[in-house]
């Protein structure tokens, strides 16, 4: 280790890492330091079931990270990363074998509302499909970091997408639109009728048309162990089996740049009731699979489906969506799955299959929900538990184990509702400043919010380099 970094990042998520990589190849001494045995927060793949079988423990589609603003300026493919797409982004199976579906082409995805609404699909989310790289760029960014490209789209976005999705699908006449749009805004676990949900909604469709929901060949961690490689060539250094409980753990740097939950930063940096009033959210429960044949749903599109989101309608997902936010945990869950090996046969062996699927339950909860989770695959796909050859589940506890930032197992870093979910943590211009001048947050629990996309460790670099290119920053320890 030099004597003195210009920063120190904590946490190898992939906001942290790149926050690091955007620091390193402007010239600074970085080094990471992550508590766990290997990089990747968010973002890993593990043999979580039987040999050979690779799961991911948390993200495992990645439509913001193949449209992110920042991946897109780095060379990971020559570090391992290979986007792999399915044949369809995702389906929306129904009780009577039909399924609505999110295609890369708007106009299958139109045609599978049905006609009284395909029209009215292609209007909404048509305008932001060409020109989606400006506005997630704009979306992505503040203000403060970065002056929007394309303020007009912009503009439009801010009307359709800053009011409730329950506002958003009342233009639609026929259930599966809504229903689609309402499993959308179930990604963020936020209940229907919150502030902005329209934009998450809007967001995930227009991504799906305009760069896909890949996966990353091999799995989530290509996308961690593609920035640490980056990284260590750029000169940045990374220790993994290194907890940091206080900044005095730390070598001296310039700047702490932490990628972890308001909740730890405060304890490590010493900042008291700083982020009390940060409100952490709903959790889910997750399901690992290894399956000797590929799931038989009813509906077939769900069968060549990256991602299949089982509702199915509109009332369901809302009624669940509530429940988990209020402390109870949904008899009928509504389900994100994704479906790995059938576009990456390498992730099982031979003729089988990896299968990844999630309910959302209340904050900390301590139940099973195994059930339940598989009473509804089976409703959409009779015969799924027969195929069953293992299985690892994971509730809010063992979520919280896996990433210290999902605070009893809130997976987003913090509720994505009420203004929360565009103003974290806190109501201010510069989210990623803090009241220690050389400490820094990158989290998701800093906008953009939840996702592998990198653009929270991309913006808190921002506030960092302008900070270690004023005369007189020093060493903050």
Known sequence: MTSMFDAVVVGAGPNGLTAAVELARRGFSV???????????GARTEELTLPGFRHDPCS?????????PVFGT??????????????????????????????????????????????????????????????????MQLPSTALPRDPVTLARFGLDGLPPSTWLTRRFRDPKAPALLAGLVGHVIAPLDGFATSAV???????????????????????????????????????????????????PARAYVFDTSPTALARIAGLGAYY?????????????????EPVPWTAEAARRAGTVQVGPTAGEIGTALRQASSGTAPDTPFLITAQPSLVD????????????????????????????????????????????????????????ERNA???????????????????????SLFPYSTPHPA??????????????????????AKAVWRRLRTPGATAAA
């Not at 295609?103 to 989606?132: C, I, Q």
């Not at 997976?411 to 974290?424: D, E, T, V």
């Not at 400490?439 to 808190?460: D, E, Y």
Request: some cysteine.
């Open 405 to 427: 930032n999902y605070i009893g197992g809130d997976i987003a870093c913090g509720a994505a509702r009420g203004l929360q979910l565009l103003l974290r943590p806190k109501l």
């Open 201 to 251: 909604g809007l967001v995930f469709a227009a991504a799906a048309h305009a760069v896909g929901w890949p996966l990353p060949r091999g799995g989530s961690h290509s996308i961690s162990d593609a920035l640490a490689a980056y990284l260590k060539d750029l000169g940045g250094a990374v220790h993994t089996d290194f907890e940091v409980k206080r900044l005095d753990d730390l070598p």
């Open 345 to 400: 046969p390498g992730r099982a062996p031979d003729g089988k299959h990896v299968f990844w699927a999630y309910g959302h339950v209340p904050h900390g909860w301590r139940g099973d929900l195994t059930d339940a989770i598989e009473r509804q695959i089976e409703r959409f796909a009779p015969g799924f538990r027969d195929l069953v050859l293992a299985r690892a589940t994971a509730g809010p506890p063992e979520l919280a």
């Open 276 to 292: 009390d009033g940060y409100r952490y959210g709903a959790s889910a429960f997750k399901i690992d699979y290894a399956l000797s």
């Open 439 to 460: 400490v820094f947050l990158c989290s998701s629990a800093t906008p953009p919010g939840p996702g592998v996309h990198g653009m929270s460790g991309h913006n808190a």
């Open 60 to 68: 495992a589609v990645h439509p913001l990270g193949i449209g992110s």
């Open 31 to 41: 080094a990471v330091f992550e508590a766990k045995s290997t990089v990747g927060g």
């Open 74 to 139: 780095m060379p990971l493919d020559r570090y391992g990363l290979e986007w792999l797409h399915p044949e369809l982004p995702m389906a929306h199976p129904w009780d009577d074998g039909t399924a609505a579906v999110l295609a890369r082409s708007v106009s299958e995805t139109a045609a599978s509302f049905g006609p009284r609404d395909a029209g009215a699909y292609r209007r909404l989310v048509t305008p932001y499909v060409h020109r989606f790289d400006s506005l997630v760029r704009d979306f």
